[in-house]
């Protein structure tokens, strides 16, 4: 069984499904395959594959932050957000380099609430709220909170600003770039998005590169920088793939771990007010 992460570098023009689709000749038939993070088609960069027992791991370092670079189209708002979609809004109006200048500055260290957009992935009663959209149908979505990190202006022409964002999980850079428009007193949509990161993954490779499964990030490796690592005895391994806990007892208090033995990923462990096991693996 193969198992790991691989960084596929997406580009503009398929979904994130369509990546799947490509990689699944690469693995054995029923090979469990799948994706963090969606990207929308005119997107590029990180996507992180999941490949086998990966996919038990996403909870720890899918809600990492996000890293991406932004190019902001101004003149017209797209009910999509981005170069896809139907034009709602025009301005004639040009923000200088000084407004975008200082309203990113104001941004960037915030929580801002943001909706989600009708155009998303995200789901609602079981299906993606796009699928809706797609049928006129406007639904009432909740507003999450999003920090922004960073957010700082790279480029700038009269037409078209380039950003850069680091943020949380879930933040929406098509509607922070729309937001980012109206504060200006302008409208606007992205016309391209890039991901370089997400949490401690980056440096994401192409689709066409030879010997693509070399590049794979083994399953025993994927907490590394997520959490602290405790080597544990192949007795200590033993005892907790059988659910005895003692061998939690002499861990120092801290948020989360993961236990291991040989470099083979055996267990992730949580404190609150004492230790307990939150995950044993076996091996594939």
Not at 68 to 81: I, M, N, P, Q, V
Not at 163 to 168: N, T
Request: hydrophobic share 40%; glycine share 8%.
């Amino acid at each position: 069984m193969i198992d790991g992460v691989l960084l596929i570098n997406k580009p503009v023009g398929i979904s994130s499904f369509d990546v799947i689709r490509r990689l699944t000749k690469l693995f054995p038939p029923k090979t469990h395959i799948g994706h963090g993070g969606t990207l929308d088609p005119f997107a590029s960069g990180l996507l992180v594959i999941m490949v086998g027992r990966a996919r038990h791991l996403a909870r720890y370092f899918l809600g990492s932050d996000k890293h991406y670079e932004a190019s902001l189209l101004f003149g017209e708002e797209r009910d999509t957000g981005d170069p896809e979609g139907a034009v709602i809004h025009r301005s004639d109006f040009r923000p200088s380099h000084e407004q975008l200048t200082s309203h990113l500055a104001s941004l960037e260290g915030t929580v801002i609430m943001q909706v989600p957009p009708m155009f998303s992935a995200k789901k609602h009663q079981g299906m993606p709220l796009y699928s809706y959209a797609r049928r006129g149908i406007i639904l009432e979505r909740q507003a999450t909170a999003c920090s922004l990190h960073r957010c700082r202006l790279l480029s700038w022409e009269q037409d078209c600003t380039r950003f850069e964002v680091i943020c949380s999980s879930g933040t929406y850079i098509r509607v922070l770039g729309q937001d980012i428009a109206r504060a200006c007193g302008s409208v606007g949509h992205l016309v391209k998005l890039n991901r370089l990161a997400s949490g401690n993954f980056r440096n994401a490779i192409d689709l066409e590169t030879p010997d693509l499964l070399s590049y794979m990030i083994p399953f025993d490796r994927l907490l590394d920088g997520v959490m602290p690592e405790i080597q544990i005895e192949q007795s200590e391994m033993h005892a907790l793939r059988q659910g005895k806990q003692h061998v939690l007892s002499r861990l120092q208090p801290q948020a989360r771990v993961f236990l291991s033995y040989n470099k083979t990923l055996v267990a992730t462990a949580i404190f609150d007010t004492q230790w307990r096991l939150e995950r044993v693996f076996v091996c594939s």
